[in-house]
């Protein structure tokens, strides 16, 4: 089974209005780490948010948060006001346990494309 | 800080070749991860390493494909020979220890080597 599944391959969005990307993850874990990533068209991989499993309140980082649904497996990045300079791959990654090797998951990205 | 450093940034090689990536983490960082992005595949981790010790090299493809890592401030990878299904972006990435009151830390990753093999 996959660890980390994004079903969006493509997104578009309205400059100015949010976006929802989907992220669902598979683990028996009680404990571990999701993230996100963008990754503009020059290349680099950027972080942008943090969710820990233990952690109650839903991550938020600027325009970026994170709609943790632990019981649903669910961790979806949602960028209000989109800018054009979001237009990028978006890549949902798990940590799991110190127990399980302490390695990291990467979904197949979702490309995001902001419309002026 | 400079952030994870690799080198070569671009590599043209022929079929046949010996191929050899650099990495150098963050300072402090204990662990390091190699991966590959194409198009097809996406991103795989390919080897990670802790505290200089590979972990798990489970990701890497074939054994013409070998990693290193000699000291906490330098790792390789190397494919010998090289073959035009090789062609992609390696990145590599680090992460520290524990700190601050998170569970886990982010990964930092290089700004990757594109390789094309001919």
């Known amino acids: 089974a996959q660890k980390i599944t994004q079903t969006q391959p493509g997104m578009f969005v309205q400059e100015k209005e949010a976006v929802t990307l989907d992220c669902t993850y598979d683990?028996?874990?009680?404990?571990?780490?999701l993230f996100w990533y963008k990754q503009p068209s020059s290349g680099e991989m950027i972080f942008l948010i943090y969710q820990g499993s233990y952690d109650e309140q839903n991550a938020t980082e600027g325009r970026y948060s994170l709609n943790f649904q632990k019981a649903r497996k669910s961790a979806n990045l949602v960028i209000s006001a989109s800018q054009l300079g979001d237009s990028a791959m978006y890549f949902c990654a798990m940590r799991e346990g110190l127990n399980t090797g302490n390695q990291f998951y990467f979904g197949t990205g979702t490309s995001l494309t902001v419309i002026p | 800080d400079a952030g994870v450093i690799q080198s070569p940034r671009h590599e043209v090689t022929e079929m046949g070749q010996e191929v050899t990536l650099r990495c150098k983490p963050i300072s402090g960082h204990d662990y390091l991860f190699w991966y590959r992005q194409t198009m097809m595949r996406g991103l795989e981790l390919l080897i990670y390493f802790n505290n200089n010790v590979p972990i798990d090299d489970s990701g890497m493809p074939e054994d013409r494909f070998s990693a290193k890592m000699p000291n906490a401030s330098f790792s390789t990878l190397k494919i010998q020979p090289s073959e035009p299904r090789d062609s992609a972006v390696y990145f590599c990435a680090s992460s520290s220890k524990l700190a601050g009151g998170r569970s886990y830390n982010e990964q930092f990753f290089g700004p990757g080597t594109r390789l094309t093999v001919l």
């Open positions: 683990t028996s874990d009680q404990s571990y780490g």
